[in-house]
């Protein structure tokens, strides 16, 4: 008996898509099905990037359909469907143009378990992704919707070894004459005794933190030196005295998704706790970040202050242009050099300029008036007698890549915030890193694209798979995007700390080079990020989007390299071999491969 099921009549309510909700026997805008002037009655319209799981049992034997992109699209849209059955592709639509004609669909699904329907942008940007499928129907039992498998939460990164390990930037950058303060990161069993060779006058070590101040500017190499029971460790160590901050992306937390407005002293305290004791510190995470919240919950900021520095730690504040910050408290306009003041007699460390209310008192909107209150801080904190780094962040309006470096900034936020809506067939993070990726030419050191926190382990709402957090953390540091952990500093797990805390990971973030990676080649089901590394070599990010296990190839030859070269793993930290024209590996659901090539 041939019993046939309409796609249309399924719950379509886990249909994830980018825009809307899917609809029955409708476009996703509401309209009638139409593809190049046909409308067809029954059918589902969704939205790229649109993803369907349906559980089959074996109990369905086809699928039938045509697909096309709904005639909203206005000559704009591009898309692609594709089916993939238990891991395997089934169907390819190939590119479809709006007004292109629907295209027929008939899969055999004899004994497949598990279906997966989708439909993706095919490079044109997620504008006009209206998606149809028509005339959609299954032969057999009615599938069930279901999602993706859930994966373990495997561990990669091997523990650090008992022997010492300098671990954290290879280079650090002061101004002459301001505090210094470099807490040495370093693994291994504790007791582990620290020394510094060559360390110049002015500055001296105290434990594992060099602090002190430099007079006159250059360049001073020194060298670091661990020893415990089992054995010694030795680095060395840039201290470059001159104008620029940040010559290695900032590493640190950030209180914003954690705890929203409601962050208090205690909280910021307990972070800072945290940093040292989860092992964060010892991986480099050092600055302890306050954003936007009520003055009346910090009743004594400099003590709170000399508590994080009193672990070698950094502290960072935030404040807006405007009248008022985003969360409606008060901000620093009109009184700009009096807050820049405070924060350098409090101990800040890190300001962040959230644009905000700024908008309310901006004279005009030229660049130079998205420019002036950050030309206005950038001065403001120069003239401080303290280091302090200054994040813009105004979501990447007025090109501020071109101009935040000329006026003082140390890292600028390119887009709106990372947030992670929970429909969403891809996490956000994606988008805010392939807008972040474009800007590449723009970073280098002591100047950083930030497309916002690391919102891994307990973070707000923030739900996403083990696969996910690596490729979260493996795009942060291919961008040299500065690396600020979102989560609760409380609940802490071993899965998200030794995804933050992988030191082959952190030092292609924070290589001397400063470059940050650029796409070498994309399309809907994945994508390569490369990143030159100071010491010749390159890091490789191979990035699967898609919802299944896919095998993904770099060649030497897109690395505009040639003859054989030699692969390591940097999250299991493991040799792969020497390869001749590429290296190639299989790679799940939303999952990545990060690599060095030498
Ligand atoms: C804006 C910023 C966020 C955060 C909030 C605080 O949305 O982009 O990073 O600072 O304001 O209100």
Redesign the pocket.
């Known amino acids: 008996m041939s019993n046939l099921v309409w796609l249309d009549e399924l719950d379509l309510r886990g249909m994830k898509q980018g825009w809307l909700e899917a609809r029955s026997c409708r476009a996703v805008t509401g309209n009638p099905l139409r593809i190049a002037g046909r409308e067809y009655a029954r059918g589902v319209g969704t939205h790229a990037r649109s993803v369907y799981w349906l559980d089959l049992a074996g109990g369905a034997t086809r699928f039938t359909a045509a697909v096309g992109v709904d005639d909203a699209a206005e000559g704009v849209g591009t898309l692609i469907f594709k089916i993939y059955g238990d891991g395997r592709r089934f169907f390819d639509s190939g590119v479809l143009k709006s007004g292109q004609p629907a295209v027929p669909v008939d899969v055999d699904l004899r004994g497949v378990q598990k279906l997966v329907l989708t439909v993706n942008d095919a490079g044109g940007g997620v504008r006009f992704g209206h998606a149809n499928w028509v005339d959609a129907q299954f032969t057999g039992t009615r599938p069930q919707p279901t999602s993706a498998p859930v994966e373990p939460a495997e561990i990669r990164t091997p523990n650090p070894p008992a022997t010492p390990r300098l671990n954290g930037p290879p280079i650090v950058g002061c101004r002459p004459g301001n505090p210094f303060l470099y807490r040495i990161p370093c693994t291994g069993a504790r007791p582990l005794k620290l020394a510094v060779e060559n360390l110049p006058a002015g500055l001296k070590l105290e434990a594992n933190v060099i602090t002190g101040s430099l007079a006159e500017r250059g360049e001073y190499v020194v060298t670091l030196r661990a020893g415990n029971s089992l054995g010694v460790a030795e680095r060395q160590l840039k201290i470059v005295c001159g104008d620029t901050l940040a010559l290695t992306p900032p590493l640190g937390w950030n209180g ?1 998704y954690a705890h929203g ?1 409601k962050i208090a002293d205690a909280d910021m305290r307990a972070a800072a706790d945290a940093l040292v004791n989860s092992g964060m510190a010892d991986h480099g995470y050092t600055y302890c970040n306050l ?2 919240a009520p003055a009346a919950n910090f009743p004594d900021m400099k003590t709170l202050a000399d508590y994080i520095h009193a672990r070698g730690l950094k502290f960072g504040c ?1 404040t807006s242009p405007g009248p008022q ?3 409606g408290l008060p901000g620093s306009y009109q009184h700009e050099a009096e807050h820049a003041r405070q924060y350098a007699a409090w101990g800040v460390d890190f300001l ?1 300029y ?1 644009f ?1 209310t700024y908008w309310n008192v901006m004279p005009g909107k030229s660049t130079e008036d998205f420019i002036a209150p950050y030309r206005q801080m950038g001065r403001l904190l120069r003239e401080q007698l303290r280091d302090i780094v200054f994040n813009l ?1 105004q ?1 990447g309006m007025a090109n501020v890549w071109e101009w935040a470096p000329g006026i003082g900034g140390h890292c600028w ?1 390119t887009t ?2 990372v947030g992670l809506e929970p429909n969403a067939a891809l996490p956000g993070f994606y988008k805010v890193a392939l807008a972040n990726a474009a800007l590449a030419e723009h970073a280098g050191p002591g100047r950083w694209n930030d497309p ?1 926190y690391l919102l891994l382990g307990v973070c707000g709402d923030a739900h996403i798979t083990p696969n996910e957090q690596y490729s979260y953390m493996s795009l942060w540091a291919l961008m040299a995007a500065p690396l600020f952990f979102g989560g609760d500093m409380r609940k802490l797990d071993p899965f998200t700390l030794n995804i933050l805390c992988n030191h082959e990971i952190i030092a292609v973030n924070q290589d001397e080079l400063g470059r940050q990676a650029r796409i070498v080649r994309q399309c809907d089901e994945e994508f390569i990020l490369a990143k030159p590394l100071a010491a010749g070599s390159i890091a490789v990010g191979l990035f699967n989007l898609s919802e299944v296990v896919l095998p993904i190839r770099v060649s030497w030859e897109q690395l505009g390299l040639t003859g054989p070269r030699r692969v390591r793993d940097l999250w299991r930290q493991t040799e792969l071999g020497v390869f001749a024209t590429g290296w190639e590996t299989m790679i799940g659901r939303h999952g990545v491969a990060v690599v060095s090539i030498t």
């Open positions: 914003w407005v954003d936007d935030y910050t985003c969360a962040k959230d905000c962040c979501y936020r709106g915030d916002d």
